[in-house]
């Protein structure tokens, strides 16, 4: 590569016969998409499960529909597979105790949201962060498994606002938050 | 809704009888996630296609995996079925002036890329930005159909680097930039 190119770290891959270092650096690179911090939720059986994700977008305002990418063998795809039904709480910037509390990518356990702040928007629905920057409750439409993950994409049946007017939202950048002002 | 409940502007939809009004909402909340601004680029033909995006994610380390929800009906979402092969480049905080030139959710026009620096891993592969956090080479492996859009499936062929180290992200939040530091 010539030393004036206009990038570095280039890297192939062959998918079919991929090497540890491939998947170490594409852990690195794709830590530069910066995303907003969100809590999901669904109930399973007595249990409220929730955990932290940043894999999730929104795909039609018509109808509001949006997507969540979990691992398939977390505990977190088999409550929503169970219920699907689910929240989705985007996270407010003086919400990173929730964030942590929550713990990313941790196998969530109930009773864990005891000590955090929720409500519902009725009987047996999924639990939503008070104070977080928008709220959604979700039904499941289409399920997809994509290699580890499965995705899942479901309709809007309700949401809503929790922060302040002019809160930031908590933003994953890289191995740590992004500073906003 | 009692006074001190912990959300407000709480909205249920029907999506069987959706509302302007609902759409409007989802809109509105949908806008509170942080999203890093992408350009997305396939060759079509003779043409480059290129559109800025900020509904993309990482689906998966192994093998590497990325997912882009586009338009159905959008050229971009042709581009991408008809060549199978997509870029993805992540845009840093200096690089406003790319996103605004590219314009969102505008059709993409050929010979746009012509005044914005670009290279390519090799012959016919897709364009990508100079100066971007990080980019990557992708080839369709599922395409899904959502609502009003169709989320494209891939795994990365190449990657890479191409900012400086420190280089922030540009940030979409609201209807604006987030500001960062």
Redesign the interface.
Known sequence: MPSD???????????AA?TDS??Q???K??S?????V?VVTAVQGRWDQATVVT?????????????V?LYSLSRMAEAFVESGRWGVS?LASNQRNVAEALGEQASPLPRLLDRI?H?R?GEGTPA?I??S????DL?T??V?V????T?F?G????????AEFGA??L?R?QSGY????
Chains 1, 2 share one sequence.
Do not use: I, N
């Open positions: 190119a206009p990038y570095w770290e280039a890297h192939s891959v062959d998918p991929l491939d998947k650096s594409y852990k690179l794709s530069f998409a910066a995303k907003g969100a894999d999730y977008l929104s795909v039609s305002y018509d109808p509001p529909t949006m997507l990418s985007l702040p409500f928007t939503l008070v104070g920057l928008c709220w959604f039904r439409t289409h997809t994509a290699a580890t993950h995705l994409v309709e809007v049946t309700a949401m809503g606002r929790s930031l939202p933003t950048f992004l500073r906003s002002k």
